[in-house]
């Protein structure tokens, strides 16, 4: 199982940035993925979620201004991120999400993640 993320940088408030989640080794179309992120010296938050019919949820810290989506002819999945804001800056990963589980701190497989930093 391999997944890969990328698409992070250093954006300014206000700004978007879009993360990609490139997978292989396991039948993408029947799996739920989230994103997660971590902040330095916080702990892991869960971001949002996609079941495999396409159904989405999301933390309410960034409802409204973040987007997952997936495809599943690429086997990736996405992140479109607006109206960032500083205290979005974190360590962002994608992961197999374990059937009924949402907690990040359960995922058994995840990318090494993709660095989002929001500052002026």
Not at 27 to 51: C, D, Y
Request: with cysteine; glycine share 12%; hydrophobic share 35%.
């Amino acid at each position: 199982v391999q997944l890969a993320e990328s698409g992070g940088g250093l954006v300014q408030p206000g700004g978007s940035l879009r993360l990609s989640c490139a997978t292989n080794g396991f039948t993408f179309n029947m799996a739920a993925m989230a994103w997660a992120r971590q902040a330095p010296g916080k702990g892991l938050e869960w971001v949002s979620g996609i079941h495999s019919d396409g159904m989405t949820y999301y933390a309410d810290s960034v409802k409204g201004r973040f987007t997952m989506s997936r495809d599943n002819t690429k086997n990736t999945v996405y992140l479109q991120m607006n109206s960032l804001k500083p205290e979005d800056t974190a360590l962002y990963f994608c992961a197999i999400v374990p059937p009924g589980e949402w907690n990040p701190y359960e995922y058994d497989y995840r990318g090494q993640g993709t660095q989002v930093t929001v500052s002026s």
